[in-house]
């Protein structure tokens, strides 16, 4: 989906994250069109990636940490010691890993990605929602 009006900090969505927020990600991994599960003992490796291409933020997350929705959807959470600013144009890579660190599975730009920052444990309004 394209952006509409002026950019800045919230221009399409962005939002400036502080030091020690947390956020979540609601996101639907498709290979396919089919939606995925991940199976238990595999790691999921999330980068977050500006429109440059430069790397802002990774993740590494164990089948335990992740959520499963009825919808289909997968819910995880990440925190974050340092501050970074989420602006429009973001996407995301996810790398499934098996115990050895062997790749199973990769996917770029092949997902519904709803960012959903979370300060104080409250949804804030704010909602990304980056399609390639």
């Known amino acids: 989906m394209g952006c509409s009006g002026s950019g800045g900090a919230n221009g399409c969505g ?9 956020f979540s990600f609601v996101f639907q991994y498709k290979e396919e069109g089919e939606a ?9 490796i999330v980068g977050m990636y500006n429109m440059a291409g430069t790397l ?6 164990s089948a335990s940490e992740i959520t499963l929705l009825s919808d289909g959807t997968y819910q995880m959470s990440v925190s974050h010691s340092d501050s970074m600013n989420m602006v429009g144009g973001v ?42």
């Open 14 to 22: 962005g939002l400036m994250l502080q030091q020690g927020d947390a």
């Open 36 to 44: 995925t599960t991940l199976p238990t003992g595999y790691d999921l």
């Open 56 to 61: 802002v933020k990774s993740a590494k997350l």
């Open 91 to 132: 996407t995301m890579e996810i790398t499934i890993k098996n115990a050895d660190g062997s790749i199973v599975d990769h996917a770029s730009n092949v997902l519904t990605f709803n960012f959903e920052p979370r300060r104080n444990n409250s949804l804030l309004e704010t909602q990304n929602d980056n399609h390639e």
